[in-house]
Structure formats: C-alpha cells, structure tokens
C-alpha cells in the first residue's frame, strides 16, 4: 500500500504526545485533514475516539501502541515505519448505528464501532421488551442491562459481560445480558449482522434506562432501535504478523 501523506495524532498521555513529538521530528507529515492516512498513537480508547473524528474521510488508520491494553494497535516502533505501512494489511470494519428515542421526544443518533449498551440509571433493576427484525423474541427481560456487540468490540465490554468472542469474517453480532434477573439463566444470543434489533424500555418512568453507543449516551431511553451500518466503511491496518483477526482467535485461547 502506498500513501503520499500521513498524519500523526496523539492520546493526551505522556508517553503519547512523546512519541507525537518523536515521530514528527523524524518522518514528512501534514495535518490530520490533509493526510490520506493516519497514525494514531495511544490505547484502544483513543484509536476508537479516532475513528469517530474521522469517520465521514473515510481515511485509513494505523494505530501504535502507547496505552494500556492496545487490542486494536500495532506495536510501537519507531523506526522502519514507512516500509511497516507498505506491508500492512487492511481490516474493514462495519459500525452499528443507534438510533435512540428519550422520554422527552428527542431522536439521537450515534455510531457505535464497539458496542451499544442499555443500562439501568437508577437502583432499579431495567425491564426491556427485544424485538429482532419486527419479531418479539423476549417480552420481557429484567437485568442491569444489554448490549449488542461488533465483531471488533467482542472482546470489550462483551467478553467482560461474559459474551463470546467472534472472529471478524463471522458475519455476526453477540447480544449479550449484563447481570440478568429473569430469565436467570439467559445468556444471551448470536444474530445475523444483518438484524435490526429494537429494545423497548418497560416502565421507564420507573425504571429509567441510558443508551450508550461507544461513548455518545442518550438518558432516559424509551426505544432504542441498532442495526449494522454497511454504508459506513471504517479502514484499520494492521502489521501482517500483529493482524486483527488473528487477534480474535488468540484471545480465545488464553488462560
């Protein structure tokens, strides 16, 4: 792959904006809004945060690891970064879109490239109605939550909930409880990345309910309907040797 323009952003940590400073004292770059790719430099927080700023460029990223956990990075190196561009693999990602109505009439609208989240606000467990593709599949589930995860986001949120992880080319979505009362041993479901899945919220006066598409929340949900958007192309590279769907496999494997 070859590109005539890069960009450097950085996660507001120490060893972030000091690899920033690094970098863009060794190798050509342009600002973010210039480039034709662009390297972001931080955890998965920030990668996420990226793809969000530059969601409507639809522009290539590649991450380096200067964060925590860095799921969704390659390693950091600082020199031969050029040649590592040339040889890196692309991995196109697909977010669900949410699309959330309030109890006062508002419509919110987000992309969600990990997951979309319902939780409970308040001491009260919420009670959803879930309706898939305009069937009622559960008329009624009373939990601390759900969530409807990506591919990508399997092994966030959702494998912390305890839901499977997927492999990339699954064409699948994990619908996963948090903390479900009734049914008690509901696990939660694998659906066709096609599906449209619409949460009702039952007594949401009582029993008020916050939608959260990866970090944009809507409080006080009364429907919240999600679907895979295929319109939306999300471009992330990957070292061959450090690719995302090997990733996937490998977590499943660990102690």
């Known amino acids: 792959m070859i590109f005539s323009s890069i960009a450097f952003v950085a996660a507001e940590t120490e060893a972030a ?3 920033l400073s690094r970098l863009q004292g060794r190798y050509p770059h342009v600002p973010p809004e210039e480039a034709d790719l662009i390297i972001a430099l931080g955890g998965d927080g920030f990668m996420l945060e990226t793809l969000h700023r530059f969601v409507a460029r639809r522009v290539p990223i590649y991450g380096m690891n200067r ?3 860095g799921f969704l990075m390659n390693v950091y190196r600082e020199h031969g ?3 590592r561009l040339s040889k890196a693999e692309q991995v196109i990602l697909h977010p669900l879109r949410m699309k959330a109505r309030t109890a006062s ?6 992309l969600a490239i990990n997951e979309v989240s319902l939780l409970r606000e308040t001491r009260q467990a919420a009670k ?18 759900i969530l409807l995860s990506t591919p990508a986001g399997s092994t966030a949120y959702n494998l912390s909930a305890h839901g499977p992880i997927i492999p990339l080319g699954a064409g699948i979505a994990a619908l996963t409880p948090i903390s479900a009362f009734r049914p008690r041993r509901w696990r939660g479901a694998l659906l066709p990345h096609t599906a449209k899945v619409v949460f009702d919220i039952l007594e949401a006066g009582k029993r008020p309910v916050s939608a959260v598409a990866d970090y944009t929340e809507a409080r ?14 999300l471009v992330l590279l990957f070292d061959p040797e450090h690719n995302l769907e090997e990733r996937i496999i490998t977590e499943q494997f660990l102690p």
């Open 17 to 19: 904006k000091a690899a």
């Open 67 to 69: 964060g925590s956990v």
């Open 81 to 83: 970064l050029i040649e």
């Open 105 to 110: 009439g508002e419509e919110v609208d987000a």
């Open 128 to 145: 959803l109605r879930i309706r898939i593709d305009g069937k009622i599949r559960m008329d009624e589930l009373i939990c601390d939550g």
């Open 220 to 233: 006080d949900v009364v429907e919240v309907e999600v679907r895979e958007d295929r319109s939306c192309d």
